[in-house]
């Protein structure tokens, strides 16, 4: 049985929405979407797409039937921003992706379990979830974090930082152990270049194993030599 036939009921009743409204927001019959949603039917990517879109998740959140933390993930952002990892306090979007992944992958190494929940996409800039953009974009709206957009050498960069406003703001969601392993990848990458990142997730089995745009399943990390956990 496909993943997301878990949840995808429970996402449709928690929206307060009958099939038969599911079933014109994704262009299909009742009877179609009474198949999908028992899982008798696939998805094809375009219904998951606006089956996503109309739940308000990420697609990979759909298909995965997971449900991650982003109210966490959103803390582990800012916890990010809070550490001395550049001077200014503003970290590249690339590069805090990355470090994002390897907080949750290196917390699954030791634990068998992620810190937020997401779910890992294989992309070309390395492996990122589809709610990281929802996440920055959500903080960016509600003025907790500032993005700038800077040209390096021609080419567009974004910068993520905290507002000045936000940074009175507790952080309740993550342990003391979590707060410590962030730490640890914070300190290893702070005067590394974005690049080099980029390279080192690259090369870990977890996205190295993985096809283009698949799902990197978290269990891959447990065979990754220790010193290449982060």
């Known amino acids: 049985m496909n993943m997301y036939v878990q949840k995808i009921k429970e996402f449709r009743v928690e929206k307060g929405l009958s099939q038969e409204q599911v079933a014109r927001a994704i262009g299909v019959s009742r009877p179609t979407y009474t198949a999908i949603e028992a899982g ?26 997971s449900t991650p933390n982003i109210e966490k993930y959103k803390h582990m952002i800012l916890t990010y921003l809070r550490m001395d990892i550049s001077k200014d306090g503003k970290i590249p979007k690339t590069k805090l992706a990355k470090l994002l992944y390897l907080a949750d992958f290196a917390w699954f190494y030791k634990n068998l379990e992620s810190m937020s929940g997401m779910q890992y996409r294989k992309i070309a800039y390395g492996p990122v979830p589809d709610t990281f953009f929802r996440a920055l974009d959500e903080l960016a709206e509600s003025g907790k974090i500032v993005i700038d957009r800077k040209n390096d050498d021609g080419k567009e960069m ?15 969601t993550l342990s003391k152990e ?52 982060y």
């Not at 962030?182 to 997730?201: L, S």
């Not at 799902?215 to 990754?224: D, G, K, N, R």
């Open 40 to 65: 008798k039917q696939k998805l094809s990517l375009e219904e998951a797409q606006k089956l996503a879109k109309l739940f308000g998740i990420g697609v990979d959140e759909l298909l995965s039937g």
């Open 158 to 172: 974004f910068l993520v930082s905290e507002a000045e406003s936000n940074k009175n703001e507790k952080i309740k």
């Open 178 to 229: 979590e707060g410590i392993l962030m730490k640890k990848i914070a300190e290893k990458w702070k005067d590394k270049k974005t690049h080099e990142i980029v390279n080192f997730t690259h090369n870990q089995l977890p996205y190295f194993l993985c096809r283009d745009n698949e799902l990197i399943p978290y269990e891959l990390i447990t065979q990754e030599d220790p010193d290449m956990v």
